[in-house]
């Protein structure tokens, strides 16, 4: 699978050089470019986290300072050029500092070793790993040694300002932000900047001679498959498993070589790049990543975002990232003919025809959807009172919900939901639907939430329709002859009325149900109060409760009120087609809560 998604990366870096830097997002701080004769050039960079924007204050500035803070980063903290980790740069031709280490922590001591030892790196940092020495070597047999002229010029430049930086910058040394400087140490030809650009060229040998040597995990992670041949030299890649001696799990100890895998510094560093770019979209909030290796694309999407040129893709990966200190991939899977557009378009429907001039939230998701991701977001929003979707990933102990069912049903069904949602995997997902939000509208309703839980009866009996059977009635035309006959009953004079279906009776339950609990002249009325009803598990049980109840709020019932009445004797009349058939608890909630319209001032 990861060859095939790097393979992809390696297609697309073919068509777009400038692939990675394009999505690239700096960190927070304030930015100077020393220029060649001495000038300088700033700009402060903030990420907005809501909005998604990048705000410079010189965009003129934001490309380059991208480009040179990309070609001078740290692999790691745990790879650094300065062994204090005051320094986080990798090349002398840029210095990157917190702002409030500067009086706290840096000195020149400090600032000297780091020069030095990029001075010269083989003696002073890898003169110890006999593996990271001899791609050192290599590296500057090819490229040169360091210029120590430039580096000199930028270490006086570094230590007769940095100091007293806040007395040439505007700039808050108290703030954990970064302050990174960046050295153009040639002249820059406006004219000729796009074609030749020597500073820039400069940066990436410069970065290049930090990258080669710590590109893998450890020193003791490389092997030479044939000794004394650099090219057949293989290590495990920092990027993409962490291995060290306090994970000894991950070796393979069946194998003479442990190492799980092993790459050729062409692979590691193409790995290095993809998780690179991987990173930039994680840091831009595009979570939700389709390798597509038919057409050898990558396309990336926030939770949140309007995929309006995404149809799917015929056969590919889906990765979903996450940025924390280093990347993190939580979820992974093949994708075969996965289509954003349902084949069916959702229907989400009213059933309850509520007052919509003092509800006008209530209609606001009404209406037809063609996306699975829509779909989702209305799963978020309506079953789980938007806690879904941020914590799809989030650890069992961690996740701070209060609602103790809500979390539990979170906790079991998020990965079902995601999978159908991101990854079109339907696997009975109807029956899914099925178990868990009858749970959600029942907690809704003991909570007293009756608004939330009729949503949520409609967009459950949305999914009912959804995926009903041809030849089914629709759950509109179902209930709608069931209001329609129990309605006509409960005002017959006749005394001659009954009840004819299961579903009228468990619909008449309910709605008696709500009659009942709006008797209540407790001084804190709750929903809880249907709880005996709703919680039975037998037919006999429910009729028990239901005369338990009916006896405790008689006396408030007038004796001449045909349509309560009626409903009672209807519900005492009839006799279920079987004792062991499954209560309708549909019914009994779409009474309850039609009920509830009907009796609750609050709701009318």
Not at 238 to 251: A, E, H, T, V, W
Not at 533 to 542: E, P, Q, V
């Amino acid at each position: 699978m990861f060859e095939e998604c790097l393979d992809v990366f390696s297609e697309m870096l073919k068509h777009e050089d400038n692939l990675i830097l394009k999505g690239y997002v700096p960190a927070d701080g304030s930015y100077i470019i020393v220029k060649n004769d001495g000038t300088v050039k700033n700009a402060d960079i903030k990420f907005d986290k809501k909005t998604r924007d990048l705000n410079c204050t010189d965009d003129t500035l934001l490309n380059d300072i991208c480009f040179y803070d990309y070609h001078s980063k740290l692999i790691s903290m745990n790879k650094p050029i300065d062994i204090k980790k005051v320094i986080h740069s990798n090349n002398y031709l840029a210095f990157a500092v917190k702002k409030e280490s500067i009086t706290t922590k840096l000195t020149e001591a400090i600032i000297d070793n780091y020069y030095d030892t990029l001075k010269n790196p083989l003696e002073k940092k890898y003169k110890k790993s006999k593996e990271a020495s001899k791609i050192y070597q290599k590296f500057e047999e090819d490229h040169g040694v360091v210029n120590i002229t430039l580096l000199e010029k930028c270490r006086s430049w570094i230590k007769q300002h940095i100091f007293f930086i806040d007395k040439l910058i505007n700039v808050d040394l108290e703030k954990k932000e970064y302050l990174k400087i960046f050295f153009e140490v040639f002249e820059v030809n406006e004219d000729e900047k796009d074609i030749k650009n020597e500073n820039r060229e400069l940066f990436i040998q410069e970065d290049n001679r930090y990258i080669y040597p710590n590109i893998y995990n450890k020193s003791g992670y490389i092997i030479n498959i044939q000794k004394g041949l650099d090219k057949d030299r293989y290590g495990l890649p920092y990027y993409g498993i962490n291995m060290n001696d306090k994970k000894p799990f991950l070796k393979i100890k069946t194998r003479k070589v442990f190492i799980p895998y092993l790459l050729d510094m062409k692979e590691a560093l193409l790995q290095k790049q993809f998780f690179e770019y991987l990173m930039n979209l994680a840091s831009d909030g595009k979570n939700n990543v389709y390798v597509d290796i038919v057409n050898n694309k990558i396309e990336a999407y926030g939770d949140k975002e309007e995929r309006e040129k995404f149809a799917g893709i015929e056969a590919g990966y889906y990765l979903r990232i996450q940025k924390g200190k280093e990347l993190e991939i939580q979820a992974q899977d093949n994708l075969v003919n996965y289509q954003d557009k349902l084949l069916l378009n959702f229907n989400y429907q009213d059933f309850f025809k509520m007052n919509i001039e003092k509800y006008p939230e209530y209609m606001k998701d009404i209406g037809i959807y063609t996306k699975r991701t829509d779909v989702g977001r209305l799963i978020n929003n309506i079953f789980f009172s938007k806690y879904l979707l941020t914590n799809y990933f989030t650890e069992a102990n961690d996740i701070s919900v209060k609602d103790s069912v809500l979390k539990r049903v979170i906790i079991i069904y998020r990965n079902v939901i995601f999978d159908w949602v991101y990854k079109g995997i339907d696997n009975d997902f109807n029956k899914v639907v099925n178990k868990f939000s009858l749970d959600l509208i029942i907690n809704s309703v003991v909570q007293g939430d009756l608004l939330n839980a009729i949503k949520q009866l409609n967009l459950r009996w949305s999914f009912k329709d959804y995926y009903r059977e041809e030849g089914e009635k629709t759950m509109k035309e179902l209930v709608s002859d069931i209001v329609k006959n129990i309605n006509e009953k409960m005002i017959d004079t006749t005394a001659n009325s009954e009840i004819k279906t299961d579903d009228e009776y468990y619909y008449a339950i309910g709605l008696f149900t709500a009659y009942l609990i709006s008797l209540s002249k407790t001084s804190k009325k709750t929903h809880a109060l249907a709880n005996p009803i709703l919680d039975s598990r037998s037919n006999r049980m429910i009729i028990n409760k239901l005369e338990t109840m009916y006896k405790r709020y008689n006396y408030i019932i007038e004796i001449n009120k045909l349509e309560i009445n009626n409903l009672y004797a209807m519900i005492l009349a009839y006799t279920i087609s079987h004792e062991d058939i499954v209560i309708n608890e549909d019914m009994i909630q779409y009474g309850f809560l039609r009920g509830n319209i009907l009796y609750n001032n609050a709701l009318q």
